[in-house]
Structures are given as C-alpha cells and as structure tokens.
C-alpha cells in the first residue's frame, strides 16, 4: 500500500488526508476514499456488543479477519478480551498484525479497546509477550497486595465503574462530562514511554493510564461500548459525525 507523505494526495481521483492532519480532522471528518469502519475479529473479543453499540449510533460497520477489508476500512476498531500471548499468536498467524501496522502508517483513525488498547505497546509482562509496538511501553500487572487510600484490599481484576480524570482534551471526548464512569474489566494496565501518549488516568489502588493516543491511534483500558452514555458518545466522536 502506498502510504501517504504529504498533507494530502489523491487515490483514486479523491484527496486523502494525511497523518499530518490535526486531531481534530482524525477524528471528526470523514475519510471518504475510503470504505466502511472494520472491527478486526481475532478471537480475542466479545464482538458483539462493540458492533451493537456502532449500529446503534447509526454508523455502518463489518466484522472482519479479512486483511483487505482492515486495509480498505475508513477507521478500524480493535477490541478485545483475553491473554495477550494468545492474541499475538492469532494475529501474526493469520498476517492481521502487519495489517494493523500499515493501516495505523497510512494515518486514518485507528481505536485499540481493553486488550486491543495493551497489544497495541511493545511487550506485555504476561507471559512475556512481544506486542505490536505501535506505542513504545510495556503493559504490566496490578501489584498484589494492591491497597486503596485507607488501607481497604483492592481486588485484581480491577472490574466494574471508575473513573477517568482527563488531563487534556481530545477531539474523541468532546461532550462528556469529566464526572463520567466508565467500564473496566483488567489485571493488567498500559505504561507508555511517554507521557504525552497519556489522555486519560484512573486510580484502582495506583493511578495507571486508561487512555492512550499517537496521532491517529486511540486507545482505551475501558470499555466504551459498555459504559452506557458517555461510552457511546466516545464512540460517536471516533466514528464521526
């Protein structure tokens, strides 16, 4: 695929933006030279409800495993539940993980979710995972014992409503109340090199970091597609309106 250099070219007569573009555009605008949105299937997901969630808010979107359908999509969601070994193992056997770098280089939005936000980093301290490093950083484990404020033991995995404190504002939060509660079901959080990857933190025993972005890769520790309102409209935003 040819990946795009300047601030737009043309592909097949229609001029295509590219990864120089503000985050706003990544993110608001459509990529029109492009097809629909695909959420990448790679056995590691409960697809379902991401799919539910993108269908209600109107938008059109395919399950795929199909390298083509990843490569011509608009935007790409990538979910996912389960161990980071054994998603890697499906991911370079059926060739999704090259596909998932190329897209991510061609600069079109590009969302990771829950175990789909942890493969997206280097490595990943279960068992000792090599990720796809399209985020520099390690995923690692919550310590145990892990203590609240007041000394109260905290259960790993960390699951249920929490949380995120923003400290700065991305294009994909635009409406959402800072007060909002979000969806996390985890054992293990994302450490990225830099902070600026950093969007949203939360706090189950030590503050970890449950939003990340790069460009035009967002990516979340939570669930959005289970996290009721504020869940949907992080959606929307990504989608596009």
Known sequence: MHLIQSKSERLNGKVVPSPFLVKLDLFSRKCYAYGMLSIIDYKAGNLASVVRAVRYLGFECRVTRSINDILSAERVIFPGVGSARQAMEDLEETGIDEAIREFCASGRPFLGICLGTQIILEKSEELDTRCLGLIRGEVIRFPEPLLSDTGERLKVPHMGWNRVEFPERHPVLKGIDPRSEFYF????????????????????????????????????????EKSGRPGLEFLKNFCGT
């Open 185 to 224: 079901v985890h054992s293990y959080y994302p450490v990225p090199v830099s902070e600026k990857a950093i969007v949203g933190t939360t706090t189950h025993g030590i503050a970890f970091a449950s939003i990340l972005e790069q460009d035009n890769i967002i990516a979340t520790q939570f669930h959005p």
